[in-house]
């Protein structure tokens, strides 16, 4: 599992125009453009505008192994986007600093549990669908990378997942360089680059690397600390004992309220004294937000015996405020920070005033054994100069760095952030924090590259406008992407001159929306269909009641009240603008459309019901589009053509293309017994038997029974047309 990269695809090309081996070694000053070695005074000039003083310019020249693009980390969505890259026959690298891809996940969770569900079954052999209920594949043409086939648990373990990511990175051969730790990323301006400027990259060992591009799939990996008088004698959830006869008849204090927390105590709960945990933030319960990374019925236990009054207990409070001191027998007080700030620093610690001093029933006046800090993961912004303007995000998204819908780095065009770490587009609204999210924005981010650098447009599929109801209804009832990405990528349906056929691209990001044009290749003249899925607006929260009573809407004519996941399909004349983007009203995943439509939301998750949800989809479709999507009867067609001035698109596309359906005694019976089409079918005249077909001949047939002929009018007005 420790081989470099494999030997090149035949005819591969990098974006130099230079064919490609397994790298490309460069012997150039910083600021060259990739080729032959060049004179070292230029050498040196040029390293000291570019590279950070001392690292790179020891030697007059400094050799460089370029790639098109650079991949940091081996987890789950570096993996993912080497094996798109590949796929396209792109030069690429994938650096990974452990000797194995997955190397969180050999650490993480501490007590080996995933939270990400693994369903077996699900009655249905649509892959596409199954997808949705299976969190831990990552996309692929091999069948055999199914996680189920790694393991049957529900909740699995993670062992099994690193498993799962060494059997992806080797199956399927990609292009993987192990030990190698990328210890600095700054920039090399260039005229000649695509985008004015290299990405220099330097591992441990002082090897140098460039490309054109730089994906970052690092995740979040750094431990979230607070630093507060008493902290060093705080253990981190990343070291602390995962042993619960360790904690036995302890009395412990965890800081952090969200899922490794609630691990932490869910391991110790039956053998400590009791546990307290603190946080600013209240708790947020998955089932009650409808966001995965909220805290997980699987690890509540301590929920229950905080509100069964059995000791535990959950505490709000800024953590910053906090102090500890440690007694002579090594028992650990929560005090507050401006007691000790007041105090006399020459006397002992029995002269600190402690809350209890002054407020005798304070909460947390019993000593604790220990106190464990569970605050979640941050971005690694070390590595990066400053020449990459990568800065962390604001407020609760301070932990990820700035980046665009795009997923591209809001400070160097070039730069795009995957997985976990690309978090801040989507935090706390949906799933691209997790595999079963950011795998489909990896797929995304790769189109948007392929289109960007190699002239690939966005993949998409014409259809005939007769078929526009039954391609949404399809995709709304299979498509995994949607389904996991609500409110984030989006089915776009773009429509043809005179609305006579349509394309279909599936999954693009929503919020560069007003850049469809430029980021997939493709044209949006006439007008656009936006198909994504939503929560209802006020149903989820962490202060809501999502169990009350007539919680669920049934009825067709009140879909826009629709509270759980549906899917909503947006109209728009012409392509929203940017400041259309920017004007949309809050939380809005788009701006205001000239129409919008809301399916029912489905107990069964199942968007198939005739009058429910697929007539009053084509009646919306209808009135947009200015015409009948409804499919007709070749008898239906021809009295169309003798009464209308249009023909509906069906009959302009079907009958009189002479493309309609064959006739058969089978078709004909249906559509009697539905009621579309009369029964010509002759009978004797005591108007109990059929004429057998074989006595007599077809002329004294109709010279003997009278065939009944009524207007066609009826059909006009049928209900249901097939």
């Known amino acids: ?76 969505s570096g993996l993912q986007v080497a094996y798109f890259l590949q796929q396209a026959g792109r030069d690429y690298i994938v650096f990974e600093r452990s000797h194995a891809p997955g190397s969180f996940f050999a650490l993480y969770p501490r007590h080996r549990k995933l939270i990400s569900i693994n369903k077996q079954y699900t009655g249905k052999s649509n892959s596409e669908f199954n997808l949705r209920h299976d969190w831990n594949s990552l996309l692929s043409h091999d069948r055999r990378l199914l996680f189920r086939h790694y393991s049957r648990d529900f909740f699995p373990n993670a062992d099994a997942m690193v498993h799962y990511l060494e059997d992806f990175a080797s199956m399927l051969k990609l292009q993987v360089q192990y030990n190698t730790a990328i210890i600095h990323v700054t920039l090399e301006k260039d005229e000649q680059a695509w985008n004015g400027h290299y990405f220099l990259l330097t591992d441990q060992d002082r090897q140098n690397y460039k490309c ?122 929560i005090t507050l920070r401006f007691y000790l700030e007041n105090r006399n620093t020459s006397a002992g610690i029995d002269s600190i005033i402690l809350p209890q001093d002054e407020l005798d029933n304070f909460a947390t006046r019993a000593p604790y054994d220990r106190v464990i800090r569970c605050l979640g993961w941050k971005f690694d912004f070390s590595i990066y100069n400053r020449s990459l303007r990568l800065m962390p995000g604001k407020g609760n998204k301070k932990k990820y760095p700035q980046i665009k819908p795009s ?42 590259l392929e289109n960007r650098h190699h002239g690939v447009p966005w993949p998409s599929t014409v259809y005939p406008i007769t078929q526009l109801t039954n391609s949404i209804i399809k995709r709304v009832n299979e498509a995994s992407g949607l389904y996991q990405m609500f409110s984030v990528l989006a089915d776009i349906i773009l429509l043809r001159e005179n609305a006579t056929a349509f394309e279909y691209l599936e999954e693009y990001p ?64 012409h392509l929203p603008t940017e400041r259309e983007m920017k004007l949309r009203p809050p939380d809005w995943p788009l701006p205001r459309p000239d129409a919008v439509h809301h399916i029912v939301e489905d107990f069964l998750t199942d968007w198939t019901a005739p009058n429910a949800h697929v007539l009053p989809l084509r009646r919306f479709l209808e009135n947009c589009l200015s015409t009948d999507l409804r499919n007709f009867f070749a008898e239906s067609c021809f009295f169309f053509a003798f009464t209308r001035q249009k023909l509906p698109p069906f009959c302009q596309q079907g009958y009189v293309g002479m493309q309609g359906l ?32 074989r006595e007599g001949s077809q002329d004294q047939l109709l010279g003997d029974h009278a065939v009944p002929v009524r207007p066609l009018q009826h059909l006009v007005n049928a209900k249901d047309e097939l």
Not at 12 to 32: C, F, H, I, T, W
Not at 258 to 274: C, K, P, Y
Not at 409 to 432: M, P
Not at 548 to 566: C, D, I, P, T
């Open 1 to 76: 599992m420790a081989a470099g990269p494999g030997p090149a695809r035949p005819g591969r090309v990098s974006l130099s125009g230079r064919p490609l081996g397994d790298a490309s070694l460069v012997l150039s000053p910083a600021g060259a453009a990739p080729g032959p070695a060049m004179a070292p005074a230029v050498c040196g000039t040029l390293l000291s505008l570019a590279l950070y003083a001392g690292s790179l310019c020891a030697a007059s020249g400094a050799a460089f192994l370029y790639h098109d693009y650079c991949v940091i980390g081996a987890g789950p």
């Open 212 to 333: 054109s591009s730089l994906l970052v799939a690092t995740g979040t990996w750094v431990p979230n600390v607070v630093n507060f008088p008493g902290s060093e004698y705080v253990e981190g959830y990343e070291t602390v004992s995962i042993n619960p006869e360790d904690f036995a008849g302890q009395t412990v204090l965890i800081l952090g309220r969200g899922n490794s927390a609630f691990e932490t105590a869910e391991n110790i709960l039956g053998v400590t004294n009791f546990i307290h945990m603190v946080s600013r933030s209240r708790v947020r319960l998955s089932w009650a937000t409808h966001y995965v990374g909220d805290l997980r019925a699987i690890n509540n236990g301590l929920l229950d015996t905080y509100q069964l009054k059995s000791l535990d207990g959950l505490l709000e409070g800024d953590l910053e405020d906090l102090a500890i001191v440690k007694d002579k027998k090594g028992k650990l007080h």
């Open 407 to 448: 997923y591209e780095s809001r400070g160097t065009r070039g730069l795009f952030i995957l997985g976990t770490a690309s978090h801040s587009v989507d935090f706390r609204k949906s799933a691209g924090g997790f595999i079963h999210g950011f795998r489909y924005t990896t797929r995304a981010v790769h189109r948007l």
């Open 510 to 573: 929503v919020g560069v929306l007003a850049e469809l044009e430029t980021q997939t290749g493709r044209r949006a003249p006439n007008g656009l269909f936006v198909v994504i899925m939503e929560y209802g607006r006020n149903f989820s929260g962490a202060d809501k009641d999502v169990f009350y009573y007539n919680r669920a809407v049934g009825e067709a004519q009140h879909a826009w009240q629709s509270n759980f996941l549906h899917p909503v399909i947006y109209y728009y004349k």
């Open 662 to 693: 064959l006739g058969s005694e089978g078709l004909r019976r249906h559509a009697v017994e539905a009621g579309l089409l009369e029964d010509y079918t002759p009978r004797d005249f005591s108007g109990d038997k059929t004429p057998d077909s």
